[in-house]
């Protein structure tokens, strides 16, 4: 599809910031894509693959480092004209009306009065807040809340709709209702929209309104797979094109295609070998898990048997499964788990670990911990080659903060301190900042 087709294109779209130390923190890298009349795009992926950060360069509202972004083939050189968002926050101005938080949009683009209020009246009955328009935001429950952010970005009759996580900090069933409200205004064509762009990291809420799904890799964000998904709505969860779809997603965004991709492009038998890098903490961040969850999901694999489905589990659980990712990832990081296609299951390291006595189980995770999650090795290994064995927390974040923001870099360094607390690998005291070694962690080492 060239430009001129495209509602909006963008063309190696690359976004680095700088941290406050100075430094580059690479965000987006080459992303190119385009948004068609007519189609709604999700933009998936995990946390640190720059989703909300494209979007806003979509939406004109910040510029990207190198590369463009177009809109109906002119280059943006400011805010895009042609689209609206709909943000997780709902971003409502308390002070104001539900109409009149609706009529924003329209009164800077200058229509007159009687036109705002005509449009903003018809855009509230469209979303089913008529009754509401004197109301103020504080009266209002979130999924109403969110209703006003749908109506705000629809009056303006956009050529995209660009949404945020729109349903993200709503409970289940009003984003499930909102959501399903959503398709059948896209379907019925009463939305006054040409096309629609979703930021979401909900598999299967991609699956459910997508036509397309853009899979973004993580640190910096980068295209790993584009799927189109060839489904009549409204679709069922259950059909099996469906849930096909839902583990060839999750395969991507678990790394599986690419260690696949990866043992594809490996030299020929007698070839020179080509090693990959060692992980740093940089390159291998990890999972935002603390130490009882994931000895939970262990406990649940050995009750099915040593191993189950991910979409089973995270049925069983009332979870999506994608609040699945990061257990999984944890316990595959740390060689307790593996992952076989959709299907999870639990390693001998980990039926040791789940076995063990506490002080048994701790020194396995240190073993585990120190051997297989970088950063933990790292404070160890920094801990260890100090003098009194003892530094500042500040030391390991600025050193985080070369690769993450800086609070992306407070929680990594937060799961490092749970994580090696637990395997009594170093301690943390919190009043002064400063992380100690503990006595024999380096024997895990």
């Known amino acids: 599809m060239n430009s001129s087709e495209a509602i909006?294109?963008?063309?190696?779209?690359?976004?680095?910031?700088?941290?406050?130390?100075?430094?580059?923190?690479?965000?987006?890298?080459?992303?190119?894509?385009?948004?068609?009349?007519?189609?709604?795009?999700?933009?998936?992926?995990?946390?640190?693959?720059?989703?909300?950060?494209?979007?806003?360069?979509?939406?004109?509202?910040?510029?990207?480092?190198?590369?463009?972004?177009?809109?109906?083939?002119?280059?943006?050189?400011?805010?895009?004209?042609?689209?609206?968002m709909v943000f997780q926050s709902f971003a409502l101005l308390p002070w104001l009306t539900v109409q009149q938080n609706v009529e924003l949009g329209l009164a800077a683009l200058g229509v007159g009065e009687e036109e705002r209020r005509r449009r903003a009246l018809k855009a509230i009955d469209l979303i089913g807040l008529d009754g509401f328009e004197?109301?103020?935001?504080?009266?209002?429950?979130?999924?109403?809340?969110?209703?006003?952010?749908?109506?705000?970005?629809?009056?303006?009759?956009?050529?995209?709709?660009?949404?945020?996580?729109?349903?993200?900090?709503?409970?289940?069933?009003?984003?499930?209702?909102?959501?399903?409200e959503l398709v059948g205004l896209w379907e019925g064509h009463e939305a006054p929209v040409?096309?629609?762009?979703?930021?979401?990291?909900?598999?299967?809420?991609?699956?459910?309104?997508a036509d397309r799904i853009l899979v973004l890799s993580s640190n910096p964000g980068r295209v790993q797979a584009e799927l189109?998904?060839?489904?009549?709505?409204?679709?069922?969860?259950?059909?099996?094109?469906?849930?096909?779809?839902?583990?060839?997603?999750?395969?991507?965004?678990?790394?599986?295609?690419?260690?696949?991709?990866?043992a594809a492009e490996a030299p020929p038998p007698g070839g020179p070998a080509r090693p990959a890098p060692a992980p740093t903490p940089i390159s291998a961040p990890l999972p935002d898990v603390?130490?009882?969850?994931?000895?939970?999901?262990?406990?649940?694999?050995?009750?099915?048997?040593?191993?189950?489905?991910?979409?089973?589990?995270?049925?069983?659980?009332?979870?999506?499964?994608?609040?699945?990712l990061p257990l999984v990832d944890a316990a595959v990081l740390l060689g307790l788990a593996r992952l076989d296609g959709p299907r999870i299951a639990i390693t001998g390291a980990g039926r040791e670990f789940s076995a063990a006595d506490?002080?048994?189980?701790?020194?396995?995770?240190?073993?585990?911990?120190?051997?297989?999650?970088?950063?933990?090795?790292?404070?160890?290994?920094?801990?260890?080659?100090?003098?009194?064995?003892?530094?500042?927390?500040?030391?390991?974040?600025?050193?985080?903060?070369?690769?993450?923001s800086a609070e992306e870099a407070r929680n990594q360094l937060e799961t490092a301190i749970d994580w090696g607390r637990y395997g009594e690998l170093y301690d943390y005291d919190h009043d002064d900042g400063k992380l100690t070694l503990e006595p024999g962690a380096q024997d895990a080492l």
């Open 358 to 404: 506490i002080l048994t189980s701790k020194r396995l995770f240190a073993r585990h911990a120190a051997a297989r999650a970088p950063l933990v090795r790292a404070i160890v290994q920094a801990l260890a080659a100090t003098e009194g064995h003892t530094l500042r927390e500040d030391f390991f974040l600025d050193l985080l903060r070369r690769g993450f």
């Open 228 to 262: 189109t998904v060839d489904l009549p709505r409204p679709r069922n969860r259950q059909h099996p094109r469906f849930e096909a779809l839902v583990d060839t997603v999750y395969a991507i965004l678990t790394g599986r295609e690419a260690a696949a991709a990866a």
């Open 134 to 180: 004197s109301a103020y935001p504080k009266e209002l429950s979130g999924g109403m809340r969110q209703r006003v952010g749908f109506a705000r970005g629809i009056v303006v009759e956009p050529d995209a709709l660009l949404m945020d996580e729109p349903f993200s900090a709503l409970d289940v069933l009003t984003a499930e209702n909102l959501r399903t």
């Open 8 to 84: 909006v294109r963008a063309d190696s779209v690359t976004k680095t910031f700088t941290t406050p130390q100075g430094g580059a923190l690479p965000v987006l890298d080459g992303i190119s894509f385009d948004l068609a009349e007519g189609e709604i795009v999700a933009l998936l992926g995990k946390s640190g693959s720059g989703k909300s950060t494209l979007l806003r360069c979509v939406a004109g509202l910040i510029a990207p480092s190198s590369g463009s972004v177009f809109y109906r083939g002119a280059p943006l050189t400011g805010a895009n004209p042609g689209v609206s």
């Open 290 to 324: 603390r130490v009882g969850g994931l000895a939970g999901l262990l406990e649940i694999l050995i009750a099915r048997g040593g191993e189950d489905g991910l979409a089973e589990i995270a049925d069983e659980l009332n979870f999506e499964v994608d609040d699945l």
């Open 194 to 209: 040409k096309s629609i762009l979703i930021v979401t990291h909900n598999i299967e809420e991609a699956v459910l309104l």
